[in-house]
């Protein structure tokens, strides 16, 4: 199921009958060995600091991907983790094996949480993983709640299950907001119900974020 804020892109359709300029391939293959290290430079860095990047929509090769990330530092040190997050959202599930995977590390290395740019949907349930005096955000990170979606074809009876679990996943990720932001579950319901944006100051007033951060010291 998705849990996730739709956007609208424009499609951008070239002509097949352009001319191309001839690529020499040793260049191609130069380029991205290039690009590979550069890549690999950056992940034994952000792997060196402990960091964590989750951006963009939240889908199970992400899950992997953080998963896999998030275990290694655990078994690395027990030192803290800041896992930086901007996303739109996605797929529910996934998003639940991220929430999940912060609170079982955390019980071994403290995790920071930083909301930057959006933090929306499924990213804002993998936002609220984290302990709320460890939530920070950047000043112009935008936060959404709202209920899940779902979509199903076939008989009356498949679509009956299917409107009941997403009714039960409702209540479920709306038990887990009221508790991280200290409002009654009956608030957190009547809010999510449609859209709810969120700047970064209304999160702190709404138990979301703790604090908003400006510099690199202020993490410290």
Known sequence: MNFMQSDTHNTIILNNNDPEEPVDPSE??????AEALASSVLESKLFKERKVLIFGEVNDRLAKEVTARLLALAYDSDRPIDVYVNSPGGHVESG??????IRFVDSHAPINMIGTGWVASAGALIFAAGHKE?????????FLLH???GGVRGPATDIDIEAKEIIKMRERLNHIFAKETGHSYEKVTKDTDRNYWMSAKEAIEYGLVHRIIHKWSDMK
Request: glycine content about 4%; charged content about 35%; proline content about 8%.
């Open 147 to 149: 209920q899940p979606m």
């Open 134 to 142: 460890r939530r920070v955000c950047l000043p112009n990170t935008r």
């Open 96 to 101: 639940d094996t991220i929430h999940d995977m």
């Open 28 to 33: 191609k293959i130069e380029k991205l060995g």
